[in-house]
């Protein structure tokens, strides 16, 4: 049997292993790292149906905010 992990899916778990350290802990390089790899998910998921729905209830939610 063989297994799969999508590259988003990987990402996503990296970031959020990396957001529950506490911030007091955190270096510059470790904050960077983090925007870094956030951008990236950003990236991965902006092609996907994900990425369409997110991009829609922000347009929504700008909308209902004017």
Request: glycine content about 10%; overall charge positive; hydrophobic content about 55%.
């Amino acid at each position: 049997m063989q297994y799969s992990i999508s590259a988003a899916a990987f990402v996503a778990i990296i970031i959020m292993i990396r957001l529950r350290r506490r911030t007091e802990a955190r270096s510059r390089g470790d904050e960077a790292f983090t925007v870094f790899s956030s951008i990236v998910l950003g990236v991965l998921i902006a092609g996907t149906g994900w990425g369409h729905a997110i991009l829609q209830l922000v347009g929504v939610v700008t909308r209902a905010t004017h």
